[in-house]
């Protein structure tokens, strides 16, 4: 499966936030722009059996205007696997 999500703030002075809802880059100004970037997302799953599969997948965020005008310019990748027991 290939996915892609596209990231951007409510508006130009809002605040990227984490997960928990703490602010962790912010424009004051709102001259950054929305622009969060945009994620793809690479998912396979394989049924080893009727209880056991196996998950791989590979996300990469391509950094956008705001991320790369509020502090480093980072474009975070991640390589996961995960293993589910069904009963």
Known sequence: MFQTHIFRLDSARDA???????PIRRDPTGLAGT?????????????????????VGYSKLFAGEF??????????RLFYVQYGIRW
Not at 16 to 22: F, K, N, Y
Not at 67 to 76: F, H, L, M, N, W
């Open 67 to 76: 991320i790369k005008q509020t502090g480093p310019a980072v474009s975070p």
């Open 16 to 22: 990227l936030h984490t997960a928990g809802g703490i």
């Open 35 to 55: 622009d969060v970037g945009t994620e793809i997302d690479f998912v396979v799953n394989f049924h080893l059996s009727q209880g056991h599969d196996l998950l």
